[in-house]
């Protein structure tokens, strides 16, 4: 299970972090980007000229940043502008329902993008995966979004894929199909668990999935119908924000 390393240095951090926003919720201008990371303005104005002086990112005549070439990159996963502002509140309250970290995740091809996450106060947690790409077939939010989708798109998806691993991805897409819900047990990472749900499709935004996420050892199987009510409740709580964005006046 991986977790931010006792070594990380914080400038790095900001700067990895700093990239993945720009990549992921488009324009961004120096006093959005310190808010976003927590830093000072003259801070964030250093990480910019960085990024930019490094290709990762570049700024435009409205003086705002946006992703430079080196993240310009073929079939990159969609922008998710807005749904991050939506989905931390809420992931907030499922965090402090259940006890753990909690993230969004919106599903690209074959894989599920890590959109926000809100770690719980354990010593021992699931950290910040908050930009990170992983195979929808194994996490838990990503198989429960599999499991929407019919067989002639799960099947164009996985094209290529030889007999057994694409009957392993149907297995775990049906069983998650059947129950409503899906489950991760160390198939990402050794020592840990997540549950997912799936939202209903909201337009404008892809195909979005919630997750709880916890160390191995501390799961068992009678946590799954709380953690999962609070899954569907939270999904649905954030269903009807996604709705208001939609509908409120340009």
């Given at each position: 299970?991986?977790?931010?390393?006792?070594y990380?240095v914080?400038?790095?951090d900001?700067?990895?972090?700093?990239?993945?926003?720009?990549?992921?919720?488009?324009a961004?201008?120096?006093?959005?980007?310190?808010?976003?990371?927590?830093?000072?303005?003259?801070?964030?104005?250093?990480l910019?000229?960085?990024?930019?002086?490094?290709?990762?990112?570049e700024q435009?005549?409205?003086?705002r940043?946006?992703?430079?070439?080196?993240?310009?990159?073929?079939?990159?996963?969609?922008?998710v502008?807005?749904?991050?502002?939506?989905?931390?509140?809420?992931l907030?309250?499922?965090?402090?329902?259940?006890?753990e970290s909690?993230?969004?995740?919106v599903l690209?091809?074959?894989?599920?993008q890590?959109?926000?996450?809100?770690?719980c106060?354990?010593v021992?947690r699931?950290?910040?995966?908050?930009?990170?790409?992983?195979?929808?077939d194994?996490?838990?939010?990503?198989?429960?979004?599999?499991?929407?989708?019919?067989?002639a798109?799960l099947a164009?998806?996985y094209?290529?894929?030889?007999?057994?691993?694409?009957?392993?991805?149907?297995?775990v897409?049906r069983?998650?199909?059947?129950?409503?819900?899906?489950?991760?047990?160390q198939?990402?990472?050794?020592?840990?668990?997540?549950?997912?749900?799936?939202?209903?499709?909201?337009?404008?935004?892809?195909?979005?999935?919630?997750?709880?996420?916890?160390?191995t050892?501390?799961?068992?199987?009678r946590?799954?119908?709380?953690?999962?009510g609070?899954?569907?409740?939270?999904?649905?709580?954030?269903?009807?924000d996604?709705?208001?964005?939609?509908?409120?006046?340009?």
């Open positions: 299970m991986k977790n931010k390393p006792a990380s914080e400038s790095v900001h700067a990895l972090r700093l990239a993945v926003c720009l990549q992921q919720e488009g961004m201008g120096v006093t959005e980007a310190a808010a976003r990371l927590g830093v000072a303005r003259s801070t964030a104005h250093r910019l000229a960085m990024l930019v002086y490094r290709d990762f990112a435009g005549v409205d003086r940043y946006v992703a430079g070439p080196i993240l310009r990159v073929p079939n990159r996963p969609e922008r502008v807005g749904l991050r502002d939506l989905a931390v509140p809420q907030r309250t499922l965090m402090r329902r259940t006890g909690s993230n969004a995740m690209h091809g074959r894989q599920v890590m959109v926000a996450t809100v770690e106060e354990h021992l699931v950290g910040d995966r908050e930009g990170r790409l992983l195979p929808a194994r996490a838990s939010g990503g198989r429960a979004l599999l499991a929407r989708l019919g067989r798109d164009a998806r094209d290529g894929e030889t007999g057994d691993a694409f009957e392993e991805v149907e297995r897409v069983q998650a199909r059947r129950r409503g819900f899906a489950i991760n047990d198939s990402t990472e050794a020592g840990l668990t997540a549950i997912g749900c799936a939202l209903e499709e909201s337009p404008g935004f892809p195909p979005i999935a919630l997750s709880v996420a916890m160390p050892a501390r799961y068992h199987r946590l799954l119908p709380d953690i999962v609070a899954l569907r409740e939270t999904s649905a709580a954030l269903e009807a996604l709705r208001e964005r939609a509908n409120a006046p340009d």
